[in-house]
């Protein structure tokens, strides 16, 4: 839009570029509004400066952050022991699903009872039942950790997700491909390897991005069973103090770590939507 | 005062047609004009509320409810009952409460939140050990080796991670039942609990389990002391005070909890 061209430009182009600069003060102005809105509104509520003293205090939120952040890296070791587990069991259990030899039946028929049965139950049960349920059995220490069987708990349910999502990165390889690669004389065995799943998972990852993020969030359900993450810490925090603010710093701490996350998995979901047009 | 208080009172018996007794400070304070809404715990545990049924007036929260609402001039049929959570009492704005009950320990953070009654009761903290650690000496060189636990809204962690600090990092639970859960999974060897809760554990829920000690009640080391929470401002405040006051006064207060605590003298002090 710089002035030497626009003498060159054609009707169509002044047009669009008019068209541009409107939705643009469009967009901006209404912008402004609803933020304008917002701010100006809501502190004029009367319970404003109830909800902004146990919500939003400056206080309570500059002594709990640095212990909050302490609390999170406990989050961050249990993810970072559960996503590998969950990654290979749930690729096994896909796996089983799609046994075809009529001998393997049994292995379908578990993969699909754990399926079934792992997403169907609310995950803070399976905590439950698992974190206190097993070590109750008589483990000796350090056995009966809560974080043994409370990330067991995890890896169960999240790889019945995965093993899902894994399987229809399976299903969506066409069935040619199979065909074809049986037919070079590679083995079922070297056709699920080299043919079927480099394509099944690249297909997938976006979707297991997501399934990344909910499991980061979802780590903190082990602080019902003992663990002091950072859920449980601003938890306590909150008790003592009476006051809510311990649990957004929390939340800002999840954001910081979930956002930049999911645009990545935005970006790959696009990146692929490109590839396949 | 008398005077005043009894034309005050003359003057909201003319004017509402309330079912109270006349002469009552609590006439247009509470939320429904003519009752008395308490709140507690969901559940409510024993001996605080006996079978989970507060309505009973059996167990000692239920029973210091029913004297301080009769001494406010409520009927036994004027008390309202309902359930809240911890986070339910201190959220901002309007309180479906008068006052809430479920040993809510007063501190100066919290007071800052809600308002507190006088206290109703001074707790102890008491240490519960599970069945692999009941030869455990009441000492405070011993407590620390222990693995802890604890219910991670109570003053009872501040008063783990300050006073005993422990070796190593307790675990912290949403309720008393996941702590006996961890003690009966021997994931612990020891609770911490204010002590007519922790006596109630040992004899009833967790079996071979033991109160070896209690803290000393000293005053520096802020003792618990449990007290009516109310909203902020509550108008009430005041006359759910000296009720309790009247309460203490007359004795009505000891006799409750002779009748629904038993004996705590016998647990060892921890050196």
Known sequence: MADPKAAGMTRRERYEADQRRRSLTVAATSTVLVIAAIVILVPLAPGWEKVQRSFFNGAVLADTFPKLLDAFL????????????????GLLIALARDAKSPALFPLRIFGAAFTDIFRGVPVILTVYLIGFGIPGLGLPRPWNSPYIWGSLALILTYAAYVAEIFRSGIDSVHHSQRSAALSLGLSERQMMRDVVLPQAVRNVVPSQMNMLIALQKDVS????????EIFRQAGVFKSLLANFTPYVGAAIIFLIVTIPATRYADYLMARQMRERR | MAKTISLAALAVALTTTTAMAAGHCAAGKTLEDGKFTIATGNPAYYPWVLDDAPESGQGFEAAVAYAVAAEMGFAEEDVVWVRSSFDEAIQPGAKNFDVNMQQYSITPERDQVVDFSAPYYTAPMAVLVGPGATETEPTMAALKSLKWGAVGTTTAVPK?????????????YGDNADVNAALGANQIDAALFDLPTALFLSAVMIEGSKVIGQFPPDENDNPDHFGMLMEDGNPLKECVDDALAALTESGKLAEIEAQWLQDTTGVPLIK
């Open chain 1, 221 to 228: 359900l082990l602080s019902f069973i003992g663990p002091v």
């Open chain 1, 74 to 89: 406990i989050n961050v070791m249990i993810f970072a022991w559960c996503a590998p587990a969950i990654a290979v069991l």
């Open chain 2, 160 to 172: 783990l991670t300050e006073t005993i600090q422990p070796d190593s990092d307790p675990l912290l």
